[in-house]
T-cell receptor, first 112, second 112 residues
């Protein structure tokens, strides 16, 4: 299995609070991705990174920011969490852009 | 990205072969056909991919129609562990950003 961990695995927070989710990889892959999965929508891309300090927006980026200061870590921040951001968040990595993606175990976030 | 069409659900008996169809009539010449699956409460995992020729790996086989407008994922002997949602995804080759666009997939149930 690819070495991808996500933390925390579960989090409950209140509307308006900041939240940071962490994705950590031990594969030294260049590309990292954040997706969210909601019933009826499948997985949708939030942000992705194609190198240290190189990031770009995905399909559903509003309300989210990301940072990547090291190859192995990709952080997803909700500056002020809203109930619509209640979801399961998956991190993925790939060696090159169009290559096979490997997914982490997911983080279940509940915003009350 | 070109769209794929899959049945919402399929059923199979344990230890029997399973053929999961996917239609992609608007596929372009540089689109790779990828299959991922997602077991309950887990992140998606890569299954197989191909461009024009049929492909085999330890998990499954991929049969691609000659005109590439459809493909079939074949699980040779279904096990209970194969119960999952299977996603057929087209990936553009040649340096694209590489994010996966997930549809709703096919939910495969395996009966003992």
């Amino acid at each position: 299995d690819a070495g991808i961990t996500q933390s925390p695995r579960h989090k409950v927070t209140e509307t308006g609070t900041p939240v940071t989710l962490r994705c950590h990889q031990t594969e030294n892959h260049r590309y990292m991705y954040w997706y969210r999965q909601d019933p009826g929508h499948g997985l949708r891309l939030i942000h992705y990174s194609y190198g240290v300090k190189d990031t770009d927006k995905g399909e559903v980026s509003d309300g989210y920011s990301v940072s990547r200061s090291k190859t192995e870590d990709f952080l997803l921040t909700l500056e002020s969490a809203t109930s619509s951001q209640t979801s399961v968040y998956f991190c993925a990595i790939s060696e090159i852009g169009p290559d096979t993606q490997y997914f982490g175990p997911g983080t279940r976030l509940t915003v009350l | 990205d070109a769209k794929t069409t899959q049945p919402n659900s399929m059923e199979s008996n344990e230890e029997e072969p399973v053929h999961l169809p996917c239609n992609h009539s608007t596929i372009s010449g540089t689109d790779y056909i990828h299959w991922y699956r997602q077991l309950p409460s887990q992140g998606p995992e890569y299954v197989i991919h191909g461009l024009t020729s049929n492909v085999n790996n330890r998990m499954a086989s991929l049969a691609i129609a000659e005109d590439r407008k459809s493909s079939t994922l074949i699980l040779h002997r279904a096990t209970l562990r194969d119960a999952a949602v299977y996603y057929c995804i087209l990936r553009r080759g040649g340096g694209s950003q590489g994010n996966l666009i997930f549809g709703k997939g096919t939910k495969l149930s395996v009966k003992p």
